[in-house]
């Protein structure tokens, strides 16, 4: 199967419309997450599918882990019930202190296992406190519900510890994956069985501590860290004045000024791009011909603005490459691109030392760190054509 950023649609649009969901304004998402089925494969997946919660974390007692299953479903934003069934979001959900109260508690002994019908969106842990979700109307008069914002300091669910898993599941399969693309805060692993047995988004032993210090110690990261709750992204963190909105701009202008002189290539399932910087513009031939302005910090962090990834099978994955090279600090060190050998990552003082921390997390080096942290498959996700079952684990502290 071809990695996300070659399919239909990337994470970023998902992620796109959930933050501005996720702040105060009555919008949601409307769209599938990132781990979306290739449409071109067909398999043997049936709705039903067992979905076990564990939770080992070693830090939380059951009767304090809340479980929040919640998305889409034929383009109406629904949420599965304690006792496993699908229902739709209804703002009359809301309580008196106008917040609902969607969340499935753990069984006796750590394991709770519902029966997950076809959608997708995603499964929240909150630890200690239940999530504040909001269900609303959007502006097509259609109930929504606004999803928790932990990198925004007046979202009513910042004090709470929590974190999510993101899946989608259809008739194609199951496509799913552990992310800390807008945080990083509970330890959690998703292990898929069916024509395969698999595991990702494990955090080794003392990752979260190590994750935690090394952010702390990088410098213009320090900020992104909130006491011993989570880790924002960069991203996220520009946005709310904690982290420099230039950062990346000395290697911005390096790569430009470099690829001015020389041929940089991109290579895709389209086939190979060749690029130069010409009247400002990093333009490719090839395949097809794009080009792209040059992107600020924000651009870089959030793969996005000038390295916006449209879905056409061109200039997306194109736009993927270069927001993991620069992300992965890449650009300059190869004039081949995607590198593939993950040894090359991170490798200069000025790079995504956020990423960097949610890798070295990892037991297998695998994580979303950014949108397209798929790129050349290093993203903590896994899928499967004909599941019988997913388990996610809150894992030890």
Known sequence: MAPRHQRTLGRRKFLAALGGAAVAAPVVAAIAPHALADPARTSAAAGGLPLTIVNNSGSFADDSVHVYIVGNQDGRQVRVTPDGTLAPIAVSDNGPDGFTDYAIPLAGGGRTTLSLPYMSGRIYVSLGQKLKLRAVTDGNGNPALQYPAGWVSSD???????????????????????????????????????????????????GRAAAFAAVRQAGEFAGLVVDDTRIIAPGHGLDAGLFPKDYFAPYIDEVWTTYAGKDLTVTTGAGTFTGRVRGGRLTFTGPAQVAFDKPSTRDVLFCDGALAAPNDGTTGPVAAVLGAGFNRSTLLSAAAQPVTDASAFYRTALTNHYAKAMHAATADGRAYGFAFDDVAGFASYIQDSAPTGITLTLTPF
């Open 156 to 206: 009513p669910n910042y004090p709470v510890l929590h974190d999510c898993a993101e899946f989608t599941y259809n008739a194609s399969g199951m496509f799913c994956n552990t992310t800390m693309v807008d945080m990083f805060s509970v330890p959690l692993s998703i292990r898929l069985t069916g024509a395969q047995d698999q595991t990702t988004g494990t955090v080794r032993d003392g």
